[in-house]
């Protein structure tokens, strides 16, 4: 079998050279080209694994070549090498298409490292396609079939080829998660790790030894060398979740990480090599937040080199049925419970302020209340919302109701369990978390992520509930 071949487009003869010996070194093949002219005849005639191209050339300009390569040979990667400090070319390049890009002076193991993901990308191509390139479990897929989910899916697939930053955006609970594991899970890094990081739940003095790792003595407590999550990522994908919540120091520091593609430990006098696909979310708008000041304009375009964005369920409503079936299957174990048509009706009417998590949870509590497998309207518990339409209530049931008891202190004055029972459930016991909730932010001064703890729960659970029952910071 013939081995790989990548064809080179510089005008300078000695980086040439220099990247030719590289490569094949590697054991690859080469053909280089001086100028566009000579490339696009190579290319015309030779199918190849990776174009590596100048973005300055006698003739014209690598962006022209990678216009040109993702249109006419889409399963070859293009990666581009800008000029030192051009970090504005390369993201062009990126939202060009191209699947990666090298700064100058060329590093030659980042060299080695682009080519082989370059490689991995043609290889994952020219396997044979029946046998499922890249199969991924549908737990990691973004299900539904309405039109935004299938274009969201499409572009998915198309994004995961190449080390561009994407920049997920979209309302809480919507995938933005699930959609950056799927990416992962696409690409042709899926055998490395995929790390998320939740940006807001990092206290701000511990965020630089958390990101990049520490050296042994660096502060008090760090007893021995530890890695960061670039480190842990190195090979696959960071999820920097809730991108917006980084303090401004930390936003300075991250951008060079990620331009430089290296970083350095705390306490640590050398800088280490690490090759991470960068994917950030936020429910936020970051546009926004560039125009109030509160994250830098320039970290904002390294992010946002393609976008992605997810459409809140009450745009998608058609999705319901199949997502409520899929959840249902994965929470009964075993047991299938279906939704009673109505149900399903009072589903689709509903505005889902929590998205797709907000089903979960509405499916969850459901369940324990469903009778002989049926989940019917009442199960369901829904909120009022402008939205949904009247049913007819489902007959009081005979049993008692358990009513499950949330947290006792002695300090706490929970709303009395009256003798007469409450005219809705579901209020009463949102009254009763949203009361919880605000005291354990009062007790921590509004800090999420200890307040989370004081309860037991996950700091997305927190965030989630507070916006599910409207409870705001202060200003
Ligand atoms: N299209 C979908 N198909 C199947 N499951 C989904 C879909 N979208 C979201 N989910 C599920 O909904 C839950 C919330 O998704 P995820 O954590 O990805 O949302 P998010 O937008 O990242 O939320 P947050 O902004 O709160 O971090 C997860 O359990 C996820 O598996």
């Given at each position: 079998m013939s081995s790989p071949r990548i064809l080179i487009v510089d005008d300078e003869a000695d980086l040439r050279e220099l990247l030719e010996i590289t490569l094949v070194k590697m054991g690859l093949d080469i053909d280089s080209a001086p100028t566009l002219a000579v490339a696009r005849d190579y290319l015309a005639k030779t199918k190849y694994a990776l174009v590596l191209t100048d973005m300055r050339l006698p003739d014209g300009l690598g962006i022209e070549l990678v216009h040109e390569v993702t249109a006419q040979y889409k399963n070859t990667p293009i990666a581009v090498i800008t000029a030192f400090g051009s970090a504005d070319n390369a993201v062009v390049a990126l939202k060009a298409g191209a699947f990666d890009y090298l700064s100058k002076p060329v590093g030659l193991e980042q060299l080695r490292v682009m080519v082989r993901s370059a490689l991995r990308i043609s290889q994952n191509d020219s396997s044979d396609k029946s046998s499922q390139k890249a199969i991924v479990p549908t737990a990691l897929r973004l299900m539904g079939q309405s039109e935004a989910m299938q274009d969201l899916r499409a572009q998915i697939t198309r994004l995961a080829r190449s080390m561009a930053p994407v920049a997920i955006s979209g309302e809480s609970g919507s995938g933005k998660e699930l959609a950056a594991r799927d990416i992962h899970a696409q690409s042709a890094r899926n055998d490395k790790p995929f790390v998320a990081v939740n940006c807001g739940a990092i206290p701000e003095a511990l965020m630089e030894a958390e990101f990049f790792g520490y050296r042994k003595g660096?502060?008090?407590?760090?007893v021995d060398d530890r890695d960061g999550f670039f480190q842990a990522a190195n090979g696959g994908t960071l999820l920097l979740d809730e991108v917006a919540d980084l303090p401004f120091a930390m936003q300075v520091k991250l951008l060079r990480a990620i331009q430089e593609r290296r970083v350095r430990k705390v306490g640590a006098t050398v800088e280490e090599q690490v090759d991470v696909r960068i994917i950030s979310a936020t429910h936020q708008n970051l546009h926004d937040c560039v125009g109030k000041g509160t994250f830098r304009q320039d970290l904002y375009y390294r992010l946002n080199v393609i976008e992605l964005s997810l459409p809140p369920l009450r745009e998608r409503l058609d999705d319901i049925g199949l997502l409520a079936q899929a959840i249902l299957t994965r929470l009964g174990g075993g047991q299938q419970t279906v939704l009673a048509p109505a149900a399903l009706d009072a589903l689709r009417s509903y505005s889902f302020p929590g998205n797709v998590r907000e089903l979960e949870n509405i499916l969850e509590r459901a369940l324990a209340f469903a009778n002989d497998g049926v989940i019917e309207v009442t199960d369901l518990a829904l909120k009022a919302s402008p939205s949904i339409k009247i049913f007819a209530p489902s007959p009081p049931a005979e049993e008692t109701l358990m009513v499950p008891v949330l947290i006792e202190t002695e300090e706490m004055i929970l709303p009395p369990l009256a003798d007469e029972l409450p005219q809705s459930l579901p209020d009463h016991l949102d009254d009763v978390e949203r009361e919880i909730i605000r005291r354990a932010l009062a007790k921590t001064r509004f800090n999420r992520t200890q307040a989370a703890e004081l309860l037991g729960i996950s700091f997305r659970q927190l965030r989630y509930r507070m916006q599910r029952l409207d409870i705001n910071a202060p200003e």
């Open positions: 660096a502060f008090t407590g760090a």
